[in-house]
C-alpha cells in the first residue's frame, strides 16, 4: 500500500475514532444488556410466587368452611398470571406488558383477600404449614418490589440513553430500539387500604 494512502487513512481512522466513541452503541448494548438482566429477576420472582400458591391454596382448602370464593378467585388470578410468560421480549411490547402488570396485580390484590380472610379463622392463623407458607409468601413480595424497583431503575437509565442526543440516532437507526414500558403504580394504590373491623 501507498504510504500516502496509509498516512491518510491513519488520519481519517483517526478522526472518527471520538464520533464512533460517541454514538454510544457498547453503552446502549450494555443499558439493554441491563433491562433484560433486571427483567429476567422480575421474571423469576413472579415464578417463585406463582409456585407458592398451589401450596397455600391446598393448605387454605383444609379449613372448614373457608369461604370458597376467595380461594377460587385466587386459583383464577394465579391461572391468569402464569398463562402470561415473562419472556425478554415482552419488555419490547407496551401493550403485552400491561396485560402482564395487570395480570400480576390481579393476583397480588386476590392473595392479599385471602390473607386478609384468613384472620376470622384462628385454627388456620394456627397451621404451622400455612405460617410458614405466608412468611414465604411476605419474603417473595419483598423479592418482587426490589426487583421491580431494580427493573424500574434499568429502564429510566436506558430509556434515557434511547432518548438523549446523538446516542438516540444509534438507538433508531443503527439497531433499531425505542423506549421501554416500565411499571406503573396501580390506580388507587395512592390511597391507603380501609381497615374495618
Do not use: H
Request: aromatic share 8%; net charge positive; with cysteine.
Amino acid at each position: 500500500m501507498n504510504p500516502r494512502l496509509s498516512k491518510l487513512a491513519a488520519v481519517i481512522v483517526l478522526a472518527l475514532a471520538p464520533l464512533v466513541g460517541g454514538c454510544g452503541y457498547n453503552t446502549i448494548q450494555a443499558a439493554d444488556e441491563g433491562v433484560k438482566a433486571a427483567w429476567a429477576e422480575v421474571g423469576n420472582q413472579y415464578q417463585r410466587r406463582a409456585d407458592l400458591v398451589p401450596n397455600l391454596v391446598a393448605t387454605v382448602k383444609g379449613a372448614a368452611d373457608f369461604e370458597r370464593e376467595t380461594l377460587e378467585a385466587v386459583i383464577a388470578a394465579r391461572a391468569k398470571a402464569t398463562s402470561i410468560q415473562a419472556t425478554p421480549e415482552l419488555v419490547n411490547d407496551p401493550v403485552a406488558f400491561k396485560r402482564f402488570e395487570e395480570a400480576q396485580g390481579e393476583l397480588s390484590s386476590a392473595l392479599s383477600r385471602l390473607l386478609v380472610t384468613v384472620e376470622k379463622y384462628p385454627d388456620l392463623k394456627a397451621n404451622q404449614n400455612f405460617r410458614d407458607l405466608q412468611a414465604q409468601l411476605e419474603g417473595t413480595e419483598n423479592r418482587i418490589a426490589v426487583a421491580r424497583k431494580r427493573y424500574i431503575d434499568a429502564v429510566a437509565q436506558y430509556n434515557t440513553m434511547v432518548r438523549s442526543f446523538p446516542t438516540n440516532l444509534t438507538a433508531r437507526f443503527l439497531l433499531g430500539l425505542g423506549v421501554r414500558p416500565t411499571f406503573e403504580a396501580r390506580a388507587g394504590s395512592d390511597q391507603p387500604p380501609e381497615v374495618k373491623f
